[in-house]
């Protein structure tokens, strides 16, 4: 076996690997929700155990017609990978990872961010390494990073005016705990 067929191998592992982690990750989740229903059914809103495990019961209300507009596809979409790719269509800029966030929890209202981030966060890396997003920074810190379109930037690495990021969330000071990878 030379080392293409090594490395083409190992690629294949990592790909299934993946793939399994998301399967555990589903299972989790699906594993909270059922005991959050449990405990929400016995003890009303005065839930212990959702509060410690981090999530909420899944929410029965169907999406606004406001989120299906203005992200067209979002809740029938099959990958996590696919949700945040319509997030980036729709909102046509770059964006600062606490935007993603807070744009799908207001598709999923029902979800809390930690349990979002571990969704998000390995799509948005899946979706750089594959070449479809990329990410520019404001000054030296990764703190101030934006993901957006290749196409978004100009042949000198500049973003494109119209696809600029909102100024408004570059961090100046102070924490960003909550929205760390």
């Known amino acids: 076996m030379n ?3 090594i490395i083409a191998a190992l690629e294949q592992e990592e790909v299934s690997l993946h793939e399994k982690i998301k399967s555990l990750r ?3 989740l699906t594993l909270k929700q059922s005991i959050a229903i449990e405990d929400s059914q016995t003890n009303g809103s005065n839930n212990i155990v959702t ?3 981090g999530v909420k019961p899944p929410s ?6 406001l989120d299906s507009t203005k992200y067209p596809g979002f809740y029938t979409a099959k990958s996590w990978r696919e949700k945040v790719r319509i997030v980036f269509k729709s909102e046509n800029r ?3 990872y606490r935007e993603i966030i807070d ?3 207001g598709l999923y209202p029902d979800q809390t961010k930690e349990t979002l981030k571990n969704s998000i966060s390995p799509a948005l890396s899946f979706l750089k390494n594959e070449g479809v997003i990329v990410k520019k920074k404001e000054g030296e810190s990764n703190i101030n990073s934006f993901w957006g379109s290749k196409n978004w ?4 690495g500049s973003i494109k005016p119209e696809h600029m990021y909102d100024k408004s969330q570059v961090t100046t000071g102070g924490s ?3 929205y760390e990878f």
């Open 103 to 105: 744009i799908i929890i």
């Open 26 to 28: 589903q299972t989790i």
């Open 3 to 5: 080392k293409l067929d």
């Open 51 to 53: 509060s410690r495990l």
């Open 94 to 96: 770059f964006l600062h």
């Open 60 to 65: 029965v209300k169907p999406p606004t017609a």
């Open 176 to 178: 960003s705990k909550d």
């Open 153 to 156: 930037l100009n042949p000198d």
